[in-house]
């Protein structure tokens, strides 16, 4: 069985020191659930630091929400692979719609991305998802299939184990518009069938596919027990100790 992976993306919220209150609230809360499920937290740049110190000695994880393909060099406001590992990270976001959408991310930078990503020994969470345009075009298999198959092209079997997938449809993002629980399952099985005939049943059996997308305590149960739904990446929710925990609890 694949182990739940629970993500807590917290965007541009918390600078370093109200950062590292809710990090160590979260550590307190979560408690021994972390013995079942992967569990990341995946503050601001600027805070990574103050919340790996109030993570040190935890099983839970330091992440960060994107990432510059290149080591170093002239390109202005970026931050390296190289620069993110000093912090602390283990994992990192790649793709997220809102980098998508607001600062016209391309499938093909996604993809460098995540080889320098894989090249740095960073666990990348890959996010994919339609718009409510597309998926009332009829358009979800062809976009969603199209972005993970865009993101991942290139990438060895060990590689590919490495990663973590994230359907967040962008209609359900911060909207407190879930997708329902077979809506979701829908897209994963869409998903990992095609992972299952493109890399075979080893990488289709092991690679995680979280869900995203106005995750509460109300209705991270029901979608986690879904067959292909393998945990969940928390935006507003993660951003309070009480309902990140109980959304961790949720994957247990
Ligand atoms: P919300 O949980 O606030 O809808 O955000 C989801 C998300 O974008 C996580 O990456």
Redesign the pocket.
């Given at each position: 069985m694949r182990r739940p992976l629970v993500a807590g993306?917290w965007?541009m919220y918390k600078t370093a020191e109200p950062a590292e209150e809710l990090a160590r609230s979260i550590v307190a809360q979560v408690g021994r659930d972390c013995e079942v499920v992967d569990v990341v937290l995946c503050p601001p740049f600027t805070s990574l630091q103050a919340v790996h110190e109030a993570l040190a000695g935890t099983p839970i994880a330091l992440g960060a929400q994107n990432m510059h393909w290149e080591n170093e060099g002239a390109f202005t406001g970026e931050i390296s692979p190289a620069m993110i590992l000093t912090t602390g990270c283990t994992y990192v976001?790649l793709g997220?719609?809102?980098r998508r959408q607001y600062f016209a991310e391309t499938d093909e930078q996604v993809n460098r991305k995540l080889k320098a990503a894989l090249g740095a020994g960073l666990s990348p969470i890959v996010?994919v998802g339609e718009t409510l345009q597309q998926r009332e075009a009829g358009q979800i298999e062809a976009v969603v299939l199209g972005q993970v198959q865009a993101a991942l092209q290139g990438l060895s079997e060990s590689e590919l184990l490495k990663i973590a997938l994230?359907y967040?449809p962008v209609w359900?993002?911060?909207?407190?518009r879930t997708a329902t629980p077979a809506q979701a399952e829908e897209v994963h099985s869409l998903i990992r069938t095609s992972l299952h005939q493109q890399y075979g049943e080893g990488v289709a059996g092991a690679l995680r596919i979280q869900y995203?997308?106005?995750?509460k305590p109300e209705n991270a149960a029901e979608l986690f027990t879904q067959k292909n739904i393998d945990g969940g990446?928390?935006?507003?929710?993660?951003l309070k100790a009480d309902s990140f925990a109980a959304i961790v609890k949720a994957a247990c």
């Amino acid at each position: 069985m694949r182990r739940p992976l629970v993500a807590g993306n917290w965007k541009m919220y918390k600078t370093a020191e109200p950062a590292e209150e809710l990090a160590r609230s979260i550590v307190a809360q979560v408690g021994r659930d972390c013995e079942v499920v992967d569990v990341v937290l995946c503050p601001p740049f600027t805070s990574l630091q103050a919340v790996h110190e109030a993570l040190a000695g935890t099983p839970i994880a330091l992440g960060a929400q994107n990432m510059h393909w290149e080591n170093e060099g002239a390109f202005t406001g970026e931050i390296s692979p190289a620069m993110i590992l000093t912090t602390g990270c283990t994992y990192v976001i790649l793709g997220h719609s809102e980098r998508r959408q607001y600062f016209a991310e391309t499938d093909e930078q996604v993809n460098r991305k995540l080889k320098a990503a894989l090249g740095a020994g960073l666990s990348p969470i890959v996010c994919v998802g339609e718009t409510l345009q597309q998926r009332e075009a009829g358009q979800i298999e062809a976009v969603v299939l199209g972005q993970v198959q865009a993101a991942l092209q290139g990438l060895s079997e060990s590689e590919l184990l490495k990663i973590a997938l994230a359907y967040e449809p962008v209609w359900a993002i911060g909207t407190g518009r879930t997708a329902t629980p077979a809506q979701a399952e829908e897209v994963h099985s869409l998903i990992r069938t095609s992972l299952h005939q493109q890399y075979g049943e080893g990488v289709a059996g092991a690679l995680r596919i979280q869900y995203g997308g106005s995750v509460k305590p109300e209705n991270a149960a029901e979608l986690f027990t879904q067959k292909n739904i393998d945990g969940g990446l928390i935006g507003g929710a993660a951003l309070k100790a009480d309902s990140f925990a109980a959304i961790v609890k949720a994957a247990c």
